[in-house]
């Protein structure tokens, strides 16, 4: 493709209600089902807190994110605002800590999928959970690959689903809770390591990377009618839909089996809601949760896969990864080759078939990525402002205070691989100008 051409644009056939769906189906996934019971064993009680917290930084974020989508409506979200507003070095940046935290991300929801199914099923994981995961990631990478409208109607079924287990779980449980569980509402860390407040930022860090699927509206700006009005609406909306059930769900799971029987459950069953449902005596309520979590996780990995895939399109344009990953089909409506590859990444990082490490790894790098969000935000012109600078101001400071939170080894290990994708873009970049000098 010449370097003058205009690359074919998706098509937009998303509304505010699809665009919401979207984001709700990115969200509410591992974060709900999994790291609140982590971020319970960090904080205690307080985790309450954190999520309220984590979700102050998610709205300064998100908000940001809305102007820059509604300002630059296409397909790539930050590594494309890292681009326009700031320089190519952390345009890149964003697109590659985006690679990097995400895939392994869909991979985790494959492997949780699989998991799940066969806890609900009464069957041990054995040979079948690296199969089983193997299978959801096909299916839906093939359903990817029909376009951004099937994968909306499919998202739909699967995310009404998932709140709606969700709510039974908040519903069902209020009779269930028990004030002492509350008591004392802060921690100090176990053996008296630790303060409150460290404890309460590292909860916070964790629980921020549960909202992280706001984003994906952005990533899909592309595919949204009318930009401006759509994803300043879908965003706020999924956020505060998100906040007020994740606050709910917490406080009734801490409310029936306590803070340090919450965390137990997410370290040695990664179903600490259902076995806060089986404390409550509800008939079917456990079964319906793990209903919830089955397709909560299959929610999760394909919205990952639509948003991965447009992101390695926005890369393939400008040709920091190979060019064919820009291209598009014949009728506009998937980038085919992106899809395909971003499958086959995720697949070879499900038959690894251990990454739970990545849940830390991913709120390092996603907060880097939203820390670019907000250093992009505040280089908008005032004409193209929808929130005052602020936000910008408070976002980029809540991200890359939180990021060091993160235990060391993580961060460590994602500056060390952004370091490693940047000196690629350095390559890259000399290859664009050799071949220009050529043309």
């Not at 949780?112 to 199914?117: I, N, P, Q, R, S």
């Not at 965390?263 to 509800?282: F, K, N, Y």
């Not at 089955?294 to 060019?323: F, K, Q, Y």
Request: net charge neutral; aromatic share 8%.
């Amino acid at each position: 493709m010449s370097q003058h051409q205009q690359p074919k644009q998706l098509k937009r056939e998303l509304g505010v209600f699809g665009a919401t769906m979207m984001g709700l189906g990115s969200i509410v996934g591992t974060g709900i089902f999994v790291s609140v019971g982590l971020a319970a064993g960090v904080a205690g009680p307080a985790v309450i807190l954190a999520i309220a917290f984590a979700a102050f930084v998610a709205t300064c974020n998100g908000l940001n994110s809305a102007q820059l989508a509604a300002n630059h409506p296409v397909s790539g979200g930050t590594y494309e605002y890292g681009y326009r507003y700031l320089n190519s070095r952390l345009g890149f940046t964003a697109g590659w800590t985006f690679l990097l935290a995400k895939s392994a991300s869909a991979a985790t929801a494959g492997l949780g999928f699989a998991g799940y199914l066969l806890d609900a099923l009464g069957l041990e994981p054995g040979g079948l959970l690296v199969p089983l995961a193997l299978a959801a990631v096909i299916g839906f990478t093939l359903l990817v690959l029909t376009g951004i409208r099937r994968s909306n109607q499919v998202n739909i079924i699967i995310v009404s689903v998932t709140l709606g287990t969700l709510l039974l779980f908040a519903v069902g449980g209020l009779s269930s809770i028990d004030g002492a569980n509350f008591q004392p509402f802060f921690v100090s860390g176990e053996e008296g390591e630790g303060s409150t407040l460290p404890l309460l930022l590292q909860a916070t860090a964790l629980m921020f990377v549960a909202y992280t699927g706001y984003g994906r509206i952005a990533t899909l700006g592309e595919e949204v009618r009318q930009p401006r009005r759509t994803i300043p609406r879908a965003i706020i909306t999924t956020l505060i839909t998100t906040m007020i059930l994740y606050v709910a769900v917490a406080f009734v799971g801490v409310g029936i089996i306590g803070a340090p029987s919450l965390a137990d459950a997410a370290r040695e069953t990664a179903a600490p809601l259902e076995i806060a449902a089986q404390q409550t005596g509800v008939p079917l309520l456990p079964q319906i949760i793990a209903v919830g979590a089955v397709t909560a996780m299959l929610g999760v990995l394909l919205n990952l896969i639509l948003g991965l895939s447009r992101v390695l399109l926005a890369m393939g344009r400008r040709r920091d990864v190979p060019a064919f990953l820009g291209e598009l089909n014949a009728a506009g409506t998937t980038p085919t080759a992106a899809v395909i590859v971003m499958g086959l990444i995720i697949a070879g990082l499900v038959l690894i078939g251990d990454v739970r490490v990545t849940w830390s790894f991913s709120a390092f790098t996603v907060l880097i990525y939203y820390a670019i969000t907000n250093l992009a935000a505040l280089q908008l012109k005032p004409a193209e402002r929808l929130f005052p600078p602020i936000i910008a101001w408070m976002g980029l400071a809540a991200c890359l205070f939180l990021a060091f939170w993160v235990e060391p080894p993580f961060w460590l290990a994602g500056l060390a691989l952004i370091g490693v994708g940047l000196v690629w873009h350095e390559i890259a970049l000399r290859l664009r100008r050799a071949d220009a000098a050529t043309t």
